[in-house]
């Protein structure tokens, strides 16, 4: 299973930017997709997840300018992001609870880098 990323980028304070992730692969239930990011001496921490029938959930750092959704078709999974500040700059990554031959998996992105910089 892979999973690309893309949408980063640099962007002002109170700028916005979409995130997508694809999956692909050999996969038979796409389950919970999320978004977690990592700033320079921080851990990995969740932004957003939604589940298969569109259930989203926030961190509260984000709550009310990020939005999550889900393109079960295409297998993708998107991050709205508004209003962004410089705390919200790091490096975006994907996950995918995966359903496939091999059982339950988590699988990873390969990570795309937000800059909120004037």
């Known amino acids: 299973v892979q999973l690309q990323a893309s949408g980063g980028g640099l962007v002002q304070p109170g700028g916005s930017l979409r995130l997508s992730c694809a999956a692909s692969g050999t996969i038979v239930s796409l389950l919970t997709m999320a978004w977690y990011r990592q700033a320079p001496g921080n851990q990995r921490e969740l932004v957003a997840d939604?589940?298969?029938?569109?259930?989203?959930t926030y961190a509260d750092l984000v709550k009310g300018r990020f939005t999550i959704s889900r393109d079960n078709a295409k297998r993708t999974v998107y991050l709205q992001m508004n209003g962004l500040n410089a705390e919200d700059a790091a490096v975006y990554y994907c996950?995918?609870?995966?359903?496939?031959?091999?059982?339950?998996?988590?699988?990873w992105g390969q990570g795309t880098l937000v800059t909120v910089s004037s």
């Open positions: 939604i589940t298969r029938d569109d259930t989203p």
């Open positions: 996950n995918a609870r995966v359903v496939n031959k091999w059982g339950l998996n988590d699988y």
